[in-house]
T-cell receptor
């Protein structure tokens, strides 16, 4: 089936630890995105990439890092510098300029 | 600053009671307005894209319309399965990014 796969669905992070969220798409889309969703705040853009080996910061990039080595993959690392990482993380993709489609999301909790 | 505002924040309807959700925006150079449905704990599901004022799109009990400054999502004779959060997002020229509103949480009671 074509789509966007995020893993893991649930992840727990200890203080001071880096964690990586996986996002894979088989839609052959050029652009990929990471959003963060907190209650009452809507979706906020963390990073986005329009082509392989290139990415741009979104509105809340501090404490996060990404890579885009392959067209189908766009992993997000939540570093220890992110002071409030507990949230619902959404990966998305699109053909450039067209509709953005989302994965099922990953829950990250700090313990 | 570019803004997207959705209202109301929450809406409770009786089954069959039609209503409308609003999305107003201050983006200059609109390149597309998008409506999504989101169920709890799930990713947003795409519903509609609107590109120009006067455009309308329909899907089952939902109809989306667009003017120069706002969009409406009309829900006709809703059913309990229409209960969800409805998100509006806009894209403006020279970018692939979307700006999202905070959503309207719709509950439809039998």
């Amino acid at each position: 089936d074509g789509g966007i796969t995020q893993s893991p669905k649930y992840l727990f992070r200890k203080e001071g630890q880096n964690v990586t969220l996986s996002c894979e798409q088989n839609l052959n889309h050029d652009a990929m995105y990471w959003y963060r969703q907190d209650p009452g705040q809507g979706l906020r853009l963390i990073y986005y990439s329009q082509i392989v080996n290139d990415f741009q910061k979104g509105d809340i990039a501090e404490g996060y890092s990404v890579s885009r080595e392959k067209k189908e993959s766009f992993p997000l690392t939540v570093t220890s510098a992110q002071k409030n990482p507990t949230a619902f993380y959404l990966c998305a993709s699109s053909e450039s300029g067209n509709t953005i489609y989302f994965g099922e999301g990953s829950w990250l909790t700090v313990v | 600053e570019d803004q997207v505002t959705q209202s109301p924040e929450a809406l409770r309807l009786q089954e069959g009671e039609s209503s409308s959700l609003n999305c107003s925006y201050t983006v200059s150079g609109l390149r597309g307005l998008f409506w999504y449905r989101q169920d709890p704990g799930k990713g947003p599901e795409f519903l509609f894209t609107l590109y120009s004022a006067g455009e309308e799109k329909e899907k089952e009990r939902l109809k989306a319309t667009l003017t120069k400054k706002e969009s409406f999502l009309h829900i006709t004779a809703p059913k309990p399965e229409d209960s969800a959060t409805y998100l509006c997002a806009v894209r403006w020229y020279n970018t692939d990014k979307l700006i999202f509103g905070t959503g309207t949480r719709l509950q439809v009671f039998p």
